[in-house]
Each structure stands twice: as C-alpha cells, then as structure tokens.
C-alpha cells in the first residue's frame, strides 16, 4: 500500500522557487499516476499537475503551465513538483496524491485519487 509523504513546502517571495517531494514510505509509487492538488483556506482543492506512472506524460492546470514541472524518480518512489515564479496567488496547502487508475476524465479532480499525502505549505510573500 502506497503510503505518501510531502515535503519542501515553506516561505518565498514573489518570483522564488520551490520544490515539493513526495515520498513513497511503501515502495510501490513507480505503478502509480500522480497528481498534485492544492487548497487556499476557504477553498476547494484545486488540479496542479499530473504525471503518469512512468513519466511519459504530464498535465498541468492553465494557471501553473510554464512555471510549475512535474516530475519523478521512480528508483526513489519519489515524485517532484518544481514551482518557479512562484505568485503569491500560489499560496496554499499541497498535498500529492497517487492511483493506478486515472484518466483522461479524473486524472485533475480529487475523486480520481485514494491515497493522499497529508500536505505541505507553501507561503509567497508579496
């Protein structure tokens, strides 16, 4: 059973970077799809980005396209997202989540996943 561990989350200011990890504590993340989601208090928890079991394919939401990267090492059962010019409209709560079963219809909604990590923060600063 995959068992999901964020981390990387913290204080920027406009234009910084950060990098999110997801860990894998239960060595079987390679044969899941990943996605990123977030969650600003007060609002729903919003599609990032999502990657394919094998990398090959990746998706992002229109707000983060050209800033953020999904990506992931499977030898590490760890899955990243690098986030470059970060806005300040980025900050909220991460979390990853993992399935083997997404597709082109849920892989950007909560619904699509079952496993999910417990969060990590991201603050940016104006």
């Known amino acids: 059973q995959v068992q999901l561990v964020e981390s990387g989350g913290g204080l920027v200011q406009t234009g910084g970077s950060l990098r999110l990890s997801c860990a894998d504590s239960g060595r079987t993340l390679s044969s899941y799809n990943v996605g990123w989601f977030r969650q600003a208090p007060g609002m729903e928890r919003d599609f990032v980005a999502h990657?394919?079991?094998?990398?090959?394919?990746?998706n992002y939401a229109s707000s983060v396209k050209d800033r953020f990267t999904a990506s992931r090492d499977n030898a590490q059962n760890t899955v990243y997202l690098q986030m470059n010019n970060l806005k300040p409209e980025d900050t909220a709560v991460y979390y990853c989540?993992?399935?083997?079963?997404?597709?082109?219809?849920?892989?950007?909604?909560?619904?699509?996943?079952?496993?999910w990590g417990q969060g990590t923060q991201v603050t940016v600063s104006s």
């Open positions: 989540a993992a399935s083997r079963l997404t597709t082109s219809t849920n892989f950007n909604a909560p619904s699509g996943y079952d496993v």
């Open positions: 990657i394919s079991w094998s990398g090959g394919s990746t």
